[in-house]
């Protein structure tokens, strides 16, 4: 019996490393920052669950400096992650017409860009206007 196999290009450990695959990569990593952060705000759902001596210290938690630092370096990978997010919508979803002209790809991303800028501000000051 005579098996076909496909040819498999040979491919070095270090393909990710590569300039054409880096910022691929970058980009998937960053979504590594956006479940750990989930994780984050997981656990000080289930510290919140088991009452009020656990969310005093998650709470506590929060204060250090770690979990500031923590913080700063997520915020900067979502950050970049919602970036290159919407950089990838023009290329992913069908050409856009408007008035029988293609809508600029990069007028689609900062649009993408600026609505969830403005949503996710919009939260804050509905989350700071509730606490108060």
């Known amino acids: 019996m005579n ?3 496909p040819y498999r290009r ?3 450990g270090n393909w990710w490393a590569k300039p054409p695959y880096r910022a691929y990569t970058a980009r998937e990593l960053s979504g590594v920052a956006v479940a750990i952060y989930g994780g984050v705000l997981f656990a000080g759902l289930v510290s919140l669950a088991r009452g009020p001596e656990n969310w005093a210290g998650y709470v506590g938690f929060l ?4 979990s500031l630092a923590l913080h700063v370096l997520l915020l900067a990978a979502v ?3 919602v970036i290159t997010w919407f950089q990838t919508l023009p290329k992913t979803m069908p050409k856009l017409i408007v008035n029988g002209e293609a809508v600029p790809a990069k007028k689609i991303t ?3 860009t600026l609505l969830a800028g403005a949503t996710s501000l919009a939260l804050v000051l509905v989350v700071l206007g509730v606490t108060r």
């Open 110 to 112: 900062g649009l993408a």
């Open 79 to 81: 950050v970049y992650h």
């Open 63 to 66: 204060k250090s400096p770690t």
């Open 10 to 12: 040979p491919q070095p």
């Open 3 to 5: 098996e076909s196999r």
